[in-house]
């Protein structure tokens, strides 16, 4: 994961002191980076070696993340409670249990994977995923946080209820078709279909869209529903 000034470019940036800032960019960082050292933690967040070392300290001393022998940071046992206090009212989970149905039915539909993403407004973290059946298939994105500019996810985030699609924006000759869910809640709701660009000429584009469209129809009135949206 790399924080870029964009990325940093929160409307509440003001309100938040440059050094609680860069505390919680690494957290960030090391939350969703697979094998993070200090080097990886540094460079993402534009910060010099030794003030990230200082300050993941910090982090490390709190048990909000944790080093182990060979220099890789992870998640740590403060985290890992405070996560699993939330036990059945963690509102992903029940996000992820709702939507798992709709991401089976659009990889079974459309023969590509599909995701479920979620985003804070500035960076977008994919949370499930139902795999295509095809040989040749998209996987592994669940976990991977995603920028929003320049993508179909943020795209499609921007205006909810609408389809967007892009290709290479985040691995080459890599199509995504995505599209927000218009829910109540703080927290960004979008489903994805995802696949090998010579798969996606512009009638299966559309059939996309359309399978879309409907799955997060049927979600959205789900969710509306049981008042199952993250907030």
């Known amino acids: 994961m790399t924080l870029t000034t964009d990325d940093r470019r929160d409307p509440t940036d003001h309100a938040v002191p440059r050094s609680v800032g860069r505390v919680l960019d690494l957290l960030e960082v090391v939350l969703g980076t697979p094998g993070c050292t200090l080097t990886n933690a540094a460079d993402a967040c534009e ?20 080093r182990d022998r060979s220099g ?16 059945d009212d963690d509102p992903i989970r029940r996000l992820v249990a ?7 039915a659009l990889a079974a539909s459309t023969g590509e994977s599909a995701y479920l993403a979620v985003s804070d407004g500035r960076t977008a973290t994919y949370v499930a995923a139902a795999e295509s059946d095809r040989a040749i298939r998209h996987v592994g994105w669940v976990g991977q946080n995603v ?20 290709t290479g924006a ?3 000759d890599i199509t995504a078709v995505s599209v927000a869910l218009p829910v109540p809640g703080t927290v960004g709701v979008a489903l994805s279909v995802i ?3 010579h798969r996606f000429d512009e009638t ?9 469209l409907r799955s997060a129809a049927t979600l959205s009135r789900h969710l509306g529903a049981s008042d199952e949206v993250a907030s």
Not at 51 to 64: F, N, Q, S, V
């Open 98 to 104: 709702a939507a798992q149905p709709h991401l089976d």
């Open 204 to 212: 299966n584009r559309r059939e996309h869209e359309r399978a879309l």
């Open 72 to 87: 890789i940071y992870s998640v740590g046992p403060t985290m890992s409670r405070l996560t699993a206090a939330l036990g």
């Open 170 to 172: 985040v691995e080459p």
């Open 147 to 166: 920028p929003l500019d320049g993508t179909a996810l943020g795209a499609a985030l921007a205006a909810p209820g609408t389809c967007a699609t892009r």
């Open 47 to 66: 910060l010099t070696p030794t003030t990230a070392l200082r300050h993941l300290r910090a982090l490390e001393a709190r048990g909000y993340v944790e």
């Open 195 to 197: 696949g090998p660009q």
